[in-house]
């Protein structure tokens, strides 16, 4: 694989835009693949690297990570306290409104329920003339995600219960919807993209904000579907 872009470097933290499809690091669950994140970025820079938070594997955007051991327990302590703020650009199936706040607990795998929150907010809607199922016309949404809890795919699983699911999620998505967009155009990827992170620096004390442009795939698809790629990008860094 390419190196990978970085978006934000000093002495003590870096940041990569990652690209759709890539593990952050080794998983027993996922023996299809030896490119990982961390290894990419330790053999590009030449020193080690800590992940401080983690991004699904279909998610793309701002991954951040510590250039030491020390660093990197500071950082996770800001995640673990909520005071990182996250954002995160999604394309989902139908007309969303133009703000929602989700508030609806998750289940873990070993049956705990826990609260979860998101903050929704539309960016773009957009029609065209993909007929799937008895419908002439499709619908789809350009939105901005806050979460403000970091629950296990927690704004896949959110989009889902408001019935405006991720485009290319599985298994929380649309099936057909899924399923239209690999037939007819080859994408497999999923539409949702990390675009900021915003946090006070573990050593300096300073306040950043990292952006993160759209990756190819996620670009492409705004401009098969008809947003103005340009507004939303400019929406994106205000």
């Known amino acids: 694989m390419d190196d990978l872009p970085i978006i934000f470097r000093d002495e003590f933290l870096i940041a990569v835009n990652k690209p759709h499809g890539l593990l952050v690091h080794r998983s027993s669950i996922a023996a299809d693949t030896d490119q990982f994140a961390v290894q990419i970025l330790r053999d590009q820079i030449g020193q080690h690297v800590y992940p401080v938070h983690r991004l699904d594997r279909?998610?793309?955007?701002?991954?951040l990570f510590a250039l030491s051991d020390e660093v990197n327990s500071l950082m996770q302590q800001q995640f673990q306290n909520g005071v990182v703020n996250k954002t995160y650009h999604a394309i989902v199936r139908g007309f969303t409104p133009d703000q929602l706040e989700i508030d609806y607990p998750l289940k873990k795998e070993n049956g705990t329920i826990q609260e979860a929150f998101t903050?929704?907010?539309?960016?773009?809607h957009s029609e065209v003339a993909f007929e799937i199922g008895k419908h002439p016309t499709s619908r789809y949404s350009l939105v901005e995600l806050k979460p403000t809890t970091g629950r296990m795919h927690q704004l896949r699983k959110h989009m889902a219960h408001i019935f405006h699911p991720i485009i290319g999620d599985r298994p929380y998505g649309c099936n057909k919807q899924n399923r239209y967009f690999k037939e007819q155009f080859g994408m497999m990827e999923m539409m949702l993209h990390g675009s900021g992170l915003s946090f006070t620096h573990p050593v300096l004390g300073s306040t950043h904000t990292l952006s993160a442009p759209y990756q190819d795939a996620f670009a492409g698809m705004l401009d098969l579907l008809g947003f103005d790629v340009e507004v939303s990008l400019n929406r994106m860094i205000q």
């Open 119 to 124: 903050s929704m907010q539309t960016l773009l």
């Open 58 to 63: 279909k998610t793309s955007g701002v991954l």
